[in-house]
């Protein structure tokens, strides 16, 4: 994402486009359930969140600890090892094979000057010269602030094309926020962590505790 400097130089930008400050978007953070109008059932997509597991396993077995020495690349390829089990499963099970993942780099702030692939977009091709975006997630290096004032501008204009609920995500790759708009409320989620330290040997406890974050996708995907 952008910089301290970038992102501070633009945030009062930001908040009059948002029709909020940062600050306040904060402190009216939601749980899960009240994101997703229901309870969390770890139960649900179970075999999806078992290959999400599996997935972060394996980084973390070929990588080493997260938290040791976390860069952009590790940001990017952590976000994908949890994303894509996900969106496949959801293409295989709703047969809406035009759905499909790309990355870009820097769509908003053009005076960055952004390096690597820093954003996650699902998009559906509507038709063979139109496609709409459907979910937003923006993976910080500099500034988690940036990112997520980012991520709500990304969603204002999403919105004024789809004229919808539109979800994004921000993450640091071990932990999430979801956030929503309506057109008229931005809401953001609690912190959504993925990862702790002994979950290679715990799996259950990953199920039942840290596997949220599949139900979310899920929901921004089905909607």
Known sequence: MTDDRHS???QPAIEASIGMSMRRLASTAITVEEMLQ?????EEHRSTKEEVYKQIVRYLRIEGHYWVASTEANISDLVYAIISPIIDDFICKTGRDTVYLYRERQPIFVDCNPEGYK????VDNICVSKTRKIMIIEAPMASFCGAM???LVALKNMHDSIRGIVYGFV??????????????RLKVTDKIEVIFDTMVRNKEKWMKEFSV?????YAALDS
């Open 38 to 42: 229901k309870r969390y059932s770890p």
């Open 119 to 122: 954003e996650f977009v699902v």
């Open 149 to 151: 004032a980012q991520c």
């Open 171 to 184: 993450t640091t790759g071990d932990s999430w926020r979801m956030l929503s708009y309506d057109g008229e």
């Open 213 to 217: 974050l599949v139900d979310c996708i």
């Open 8 to 10: 501070k130089g633009l």
